[in-house]
């Protein structure tokens, strides 16, 4: 088995979610997290469970920043000797290939995280995401002088050694990814690139993310939270 949990947040997940877990579950074990999703879904993550999922239920929809906290809280406690965590959407728009490609880089490169950019393929990102992902970068940037082609992406390796910093964070939606994003290059833990596809259905229909909302609503909660850290050592 690979040294990397693997873990999937999913709120109203696609219907290929259970096979995703039986790909996975091959080399890797899995943690599913259903984030309060209705119960028209339950038929769903009980076929994750049957293909070998772990599978976690928030009785009310807490965000994909908690979801991620419940998953990473669980596999500490669960599986002490994994070295990472490999994060992943439960929409279907991660090719399995580059899921492995993610997971083998990630056992070559424990201590870094690494993110899964498909902004190296921008011309074949939806308007409305590759515009709330451009926008986030922009802002992030010029807040923090690192550039991430891509801050947005939920195909993520995450260093085991983190999870202590990582649970402390106190953001419960998508701000979570952001300002975890912001704490790997303060504190200077190696942050990698690597380019993926993305497969959209319907023009990412089936994304919970609102560009413009959410992306100021990250924003606002990166210049709060850098803020207070800057403060706090005055």
Same mark, same amino acid.
């Given at each position: 088995? %690979? $040294?990397?949990?693997? +873990?999937?947040?999913?709120?109203?997940?696609?219907?290929? +979610?259970?096979?995703?877990?039986?790909?996975?579950?091959?080399?890797?074990?899995?943690?599913?997290? /259903?984030?309060?999703? $209705?119960?028209?879904?339950?038929?769903?993550?009980?076929?994750?469970?049957?293909?070998?999922?772990?599978?976690?239920?928030?009785?009310? /929809?807490?965000?994909?920043?908690?979801?991620?906290?419940?998953?990473?809280?669980?596999?500490?406690?669960?599986?002490?000797?994994?070295?990472?965590?490999?994060?992943?959407?439960?929409?279907?728009?991660?090719? @399995?290939?580059?899921?492995?490609?993610?997971?083998?880089?990630?056992?070559?490169?424990?201590? %870094?995280?690494? +993110?899964? #950019?498909?902004?190296?393929?921008?011309?074949?990102? $939806?308007?409305?995401?590759?515009?709330? /992902?451009?926008?986030? %970068?922009?802002?992030?940037?010029?807040?923090?002088?690192?550039?991430?082609?891509?801050?947005?992406?939920?195909?993520?390796?995450?260093?085991?050694?983190?999870?202590?910093?990582? +649970?402390? @964070?106190?953001?419960?939606?998508?701000?979570?990814?952001?300002?975890?994003?912001?704490?790997?290059?303060?504190?200077? @833990?190696?942050?990698?690139?690597? $380019? @993926?596809?993305?497969?959209?259905?319907?023009?990412?229909?089936?994304?919970?993310?609102?560009?413009?909302?959410?992306?100021?609503?990250?924003?606002?909660?990166?210049? %709060?939270?850098?803020?207070?850290? /800057? #403060?706090?050592?005055?």
């Amino acid at each position: 088995m %690979s $040294p990397v949990a693997c +873990l999937i947040p999913a709120y109203q997940p696609e219907a290929a +979610l259970p096979e995703l877990v039986k790909i996975l579950t091959k080399t890797s074990a899995v943690f599913v997290i /259903n984030d309060g999703s $209705p119960s028209r879904y339950d038929s769903l993550f009980e076929e994750a469970a049957r293909a070998g999922a772990k599978v976690l239920r928030h009785a009310q /929809n807490q965000g994909k920043g908690a979801a991620l906290k419940s998953g990473f809280a669980a596999i500490h406690k669960g599986v002490g000797k994994a070295v990472g965590v490999l994060t992943l959407d439960a929409d279907g728009q991660h090719r @399995i290939e580059d899921v492995l490609k993610v997971l083998e880089y990630s056992t070559q490169h424990p201590e %870094s995280l690494i +993110l899964g #950019s498909r902004m190296t393929q921008a011309n074949h990102v $939806p308007w409305r995401s590759r515009f709330g /992902n451009n926008l986030a %970068s922009l802002l992030f940037e010029a807040r923090t002088r690192t550039k991430i082609l891509d801050t947005q992406t939920g195909l993520r390796f995450y260093p085991a050694s983190c999870f202590s910093w990582l +649970l402390e @964070i106190p953001y419960d939606r998508y701000e979570f990814e952001m300002i975890a994003l912001y704490e790997f290059v303060r504190r200077g @833990i190696a942050v990698q690139e690597i $380019p @993926i596809q993305t497969i959209y259905i319907d023009g990412n229909r089936s994304s919970h993310f609102k560009p413009l909302r959410d992306t100021f609503r990250i924003w606002r909660a990166l210049n %709060s939270f850098i803020n207070s850290y /800057n #403060s706090s050592k005055k």
